[in-house]
RNA sequence: GCGGAGGGUCGGAUGGCCGCGGGGCCCGAGGCUCCGAGGAAAGUCCGGACUCCCUGAAGCAACGGUGCCGGGUAACGCCCGGGCGGAGCAAUCCGACGGAAAGCGCCACAGAAAACAAACCGCCGGUCGUUCGACCGGUAAGGGUGAAACGGUGGGGUAAGAGCCCACCGCGGGACGGGCAACCGGACCGGCACGGCAAGCCCCACCGGGAGCAAUGCCAAAUAGGGAUCUCGCGGGGCGGAUAACCCCAGGGCCGCUUCAGCCCGAGAGAUCCGGGUUGGCAGCUAAAGCCAGCGGGCGACCGCUGGCAUAGAGGAAUGGUCAUCCAUGGGCGGGGCAACCCGCCCUGGACAAAAUCCGGCUUACAGACCCUCCGCGCGG
RNA sequence: UGGGGUGUAGCCAAGCGGUAAGGCAGCGGUUUUUGGUACCGUGUACCGUAGGUUCGAAUCCUACCACCCCAG
């Protein structure tokens, strides 16, 4: 009965640490940078410079989701799913160095399939890094 | 049983794996353990608590709000009880419900006339006149217009009419009685005088300083123009040796105005101290006019006493992701049964809506389930 | 948290108690060989939604909805 069930997919060595956006100019510099449509949600990712004060070798990521998304319970949801999805493949695939942004989208964000939208943040994140 | 009225409660459950915020414990990487959204957390429409700002008190003015009466409450525009008006067979529900004889304003079109009495067609009398009619006077019953036309119906009366007179109804006043009051009843009197709109201005009564937890306080870091305190000094006159003390007279400023009280300024110089905006951290920050139970008072809102409980505190903002089973819901298939329905399997899939300083209300949204009380009709006893 | 504003035809809009201007666009016509221009004519409004006040409401009042803006 349980030769499958594999270890679950979550790094707990967490190999890099993830920081959280907080400041609006943060988020501002990352929506002029690269971005990547997906179904779900819309990814915004870009290398931060040099001589910005943060610790180098983190991995930042931050959520928006905006009156559009839907009320006060729609936007939580999708917020939620959003950070669940970065903390289960960011640290795997994304790149130290680098501020991610992930945009809800009304509806979409709440209803996919949980398995397609890891896929899709996978498939967003190569698109960014080119 | 059918139909209806009022009120209340709940608003998925359990478990596995991986996570999030906060508290506590372990020496630490880290681990263990406990707690973690709502009845509306919502809209931000009212009322407060709490902080900071503003010389104080009284009166006036302005502005805003409330608006039948009484009570409850920290307070309210909320709640309870009562009155009045309206809807309903009833239970019950609804009502911005003070004042139009303080004043101003408005009442389109139609109509003779729209608020103060008047008279277009009429009716009646008189004069003139061949008829049609003209003029003078009386009248407001009839006609027509309008949302609204100056009491209604009947009778008497009259030249024709009219509260001109009478009866009933309406209206106004009202001794007296009931009620804390709103208000109710009402002998009797008046003969009709008083159209509507105050969610038009307004009048009356009552209430109200301003800003808001991004308030406000503290700490740390890095940078330029301002303020506070103290000392010296400071208008005119009197007294005096005196820039001291005391007294008198002035000037300016401090709440929108007035009065009273009070305070400050009034030549500058020196010394000391502080602030402002930026970023970060800490506090404010969760014990709340709190919740539950019992007893007592009150028609009730609610109040009093006793006992018990400790119940989210984030800050780009936690309370989740996923899977399984069950429950509610909807659908399909099969079986049993006359039928209502019952059993099994499969699929579907969970109302509204998420704390942001806290509390009392209001308003709005809400799948479904359950409970209590009452009313009408039918049947049975 | 607090404050302010807007909603009228497909679009821009006036009107603030008495039965909804105007312009653009649309449609039809005249002029032109045709198109454009010009001229003439014409349709279109539950006045954001729901109640209320009033004889009468886009207008006044109340509640709600949507959008926009401002301050710390």
């Known amino acids: 009965m349980t030769p499958n069930a594999p270890p679950p ?7 890099f640490l993830l920081e959280r956006l907080r400041k609006r100019s943060d988020f501002l510099r990352a929506a002029k940078a690269a971005r990547a449509p997906a179904p779900g949600f819309l990814l ?3 290398q931060r410079h040099a001589d910005e004060e943060t610790t180098p070798g983190t991995i930042r990521v931050g959520f928006t989701c905006s009156k559009k998304v839907g009320n006060a319970v729609a936007r939580n949801r999708a917020k939620r799913r959003l950070r669940e999805i970065a903390r289960l493949i960011l640290p795997l695939e994304g790149r130290p160095g680098w501020d991610y942004v992930l945009v809800g ?12 939208l890891k ?7 190569k698109k960014v890094h080119r």
């Open 9 to 15: 997919t979550a790094p707990s060595t967490g190999a």
């Open 44 to 46: 915004q990712g870009r």
């Open 105 to 116: 989208r009304p509806a979409v964000t709440a209803a996919l399939p949980f398995d397609q």
């Open 119 to 125: 896929t899709d943040l996978s498939r967003a994140l």
